[in-house]
């Protein structure tokens, strides 16, 4: 009798362990994976320590489209738009204002804010995959913006802008890109945190009601025109901070380098990572950052196909990305600590 | 009549004044009017397309009506917007069940209390003493309600994988978890068997007389309405057929005919 009870017991759990962990990663695997974020530096060249680097910005602007798609269900093909925005606020005001690279990210997080909740009003009216197209034309438009003639003072037009890059603050013995990663990483796990947090709080309960059923997110009292806005604005923010993070760590802006190439690279890392799961959105950078390097390493002349097959082979195996990887190995742990 | 002694000179809780739907050229609802007193359990009936739902959606706010108003103790609700109902004390369930399907029974019940709670989003990225404080207090709350409601089992569990008929429970424990004065409850009987719609009409007379709620039960299922209405407003094509005590209601030669379709009875 208390075996077949320990047995549903069991079983029972079995269930529930997948949606009580939906957002987040075990106490344990979390330690395990800040303390290789903070050592492996230490042990690697400057040009890893860069890709390193950005790993964690990208996996930002992977995060920030989860918030906004997996979090309240609003497609966006135009993350490249903000991912510029935020690059060249931090751009002009070290170049043109002197102001320390530091104090741009907040800067650059405030007005993509403004600039993703205004976005967000009339996208409100679309939803689906009109929304991904009307995103879609922001990403298109916004390389064309960034050349205008009467902003090149400002911009540098079609040549872009350097950056330059920080010093290791207070003689700290450590390279410019070993600072960057480190100053980099500070920010990165802020913002997780911030998002975890959010996600798990009354308004991250209103954006995935809304995500899941509109009509009953609103007979709950759920603004439901306020929190789109909002998961934009929040989604922007991110990705704005982003782009600062990336700017600085290029030491160059461009136009050309924010087309819809980029917003697409972040939906596909979103995907690969899985949506709705936090921190499957390292995961998905280091999917759009690390296999085209393969798929070249493969064949040259076929990158590309090379790099489409890789992604059925990850679409075809794990449908739900990364996240369905971790449940798979969780699963498969428990089976071994059993035996 | 009874609404009379019913209401004992008290004003109502909610009234439904000359409420008329156009519909592009079709009038869904044509001039309807009730009230309903705290306490009551006011069962809404009707043949198919007799306007039932649309007097539903107007209480939600999801119709306009094109005449007529709406007060709920004594204030006009039509110029409330749909999420701005919730927090003046109307709540409801879905016909087909509304849940948010991925989120936990936990979850899908504090979104109930949404409109109770307030809070910004920088507060909760930050997750500040007073939003700990108020999701400690809405934990409580949940808690108190899965426990009423016996959904503790499946406190944590996703919602789409749930039986129907728990998803109803989970629906009735999101509408409660808002504190309603008025549970509106949107055909509660479909899709349920014999058994669970005697359990269904216990456990709403049950919340009535624990809660102090006042309920509209839009019904098809006759039996239940009978059973645990005080009152019936019996609608057809738009109109209001009849209104009294289930009895009454039911012995009117009217309302036969709309049911039976039958011109001796």
Redesign the interface.
């Known amino acids: 009798m208390s075996a077949a009870e320990e047995v549903v017991a069991e079983g029972h759990e079995a269930v529930e362990a997948v949606p009580k962990r939906a957002m987040t990663l075990g106490t344990g695997t979390s330690l395990v994976v800040l303390a290789a974020l903070l050592i492996a530096p230490v042990f690697v060249k400057n040009f890893i320590i860069f890709q390193m680097t950005m790993l964690l910005i990208y996996g930002l602007a992977v995060l920030a489209l989860n918030i906004l798609t997996g979090g309240s269900g609003q497609f966006s093909l135009g993350q490249s738009a903000f991912y510029a925005v935020g690059a060249y606020t931090t751009a002009v005001l070290m170049e043109h204002f002197n102001i320390n690279y530091a104090l741009t990210l907040p800067i650059a997080g405030v007005i993509c804010f403004g600039f993703g909740y205004l976005f967000g009003k009339p996208a409100l009216r679309l939803s689906g995959v009109y929304l991904a197209l009307a995103t879609f034309a922001l990403a298109t438009a916004m390389p064309q913006l960034l050349k205008l003639n009467f902003l090149e003072h400002w911009t540098g037009g079609v040549q872009g802008l350097v950056v330059t890059k920080p010093d290791a603050p207070f003689g700290l013995p450590m390279s410019q890109d070993m600072w960057l990663y480190y100053f980099t990483l500070v920010v990165t796990l802020a913002i997780y945190i911030f998002s975890v947090n959010l996600l798990r709080s009354r308004s991250g309960r209103a954006f995935m009601a809304i995500r899941d059923n509109e009509i009953a997110a609103s007979a709950m009292g759920v603004d439901v025109a306020l929190y789109k806005t909002l998961a934009f604005g929040v989604s922007a923010a991110i990705t704005g901070i982003a782009g600062s993070l990336g700017a600085i760590a290029v030491q160059f802006v461009a136009p050309d380098s924010y087309t819809i190439t980029l917003a697409i690279s972040l939906f596909l890392g979103m995907v690969v990572g899985g949506v709705g799961w936090l921190p499957g959105s390292i995961v998905g950078a280091a999917f759009i950052i690390f296999v085209p390097n393969i798929a070249e390493g493969i064949s040259k002349g076929l990158s590309g196909a090379v790099f489409g097959v890789l992604l059925f082979l990850v679409i075809y195996l794990v449908p739900h990305g990364a996240r369905q990887a971790a449940i798979l190995g969780h699963q498969l742990a428990g089976k071994l600590r059993k035996n | 009549m009874t609404q009379a002694q019913l209401a004992q000179g008290t004003s109502p809780l909610l009234a439904v004044r000359d409420v008329s739907v156009v519909f592009g050229g079709i009038v869904a609802l044509n001039g309807v009017s009730f009230d309903m007193h705290k306490g009551q359990i006011l069962g809404l009936i009707g043949p198919n397309g007799a306007g039932k739902t649309t007097l539903f959606n107007c209480l ?1 706010r ?1 119709y306009q009506p094109s005449s007529g108003d709406i007060l709920m103790e004594g204030v006009s609700i039509l110029s409330r917007p ?6 003046i004390g109307i ?2 369930t ?1 016909q087909n069940v ?7 029974v936990m ?1 899908n019940v ?3 209390t ?4 307030s ?3 920088i507060s ?4 500040l003493a007073w ?1 700990r404080r ?2 400690g207090d ?1 934990n409580k709350k949940v808690h108190e309600i899965l426990a009423y409601l016996d959904l503790e089992d499946v406190a ?3 919602v789409a ?1 749930l039986p129907f008929g728990t998803q109803k429970r989970v629906e009735l424990a ?1 509408a409660l978890a ?1 504190d309603p004065k008025i549970l509106l409850l949107d055909e509660p009987a479909g899709g349920l068997n014999h058994e669970e719609v005697h359990v269904l009409a216990d456990l709403i007379k049950r919340i009535r007389d624990d809660r102090h709620m006042t309920v509209l039960l839009v019904e098809h299922h006759m039996g239940l309405v009978m059973s645990i209405a005080d009152h019936v407003v019996a609608l057809n094509f738009g109109k209001k057929l009849a209104e009294g005590t289930p009895a009454q209601v039911q012995a009117d030669p009217d309302v036969i005919k709309a049911y039976l379709g039958s011109k001796d009875q």
């Open positions: 939600s999801l749909p999420h701005r109902i919730a927090e709540g409801r879905f509304a849940l948010f399907p991925n989120l936990s979850d504090r979104v109930g949404h409109a109770r709670t809070s910004d989003i909760d990225s930050l997750r939003i108020s999701e809405v944590h569990t996703v994988g999101r808002a």
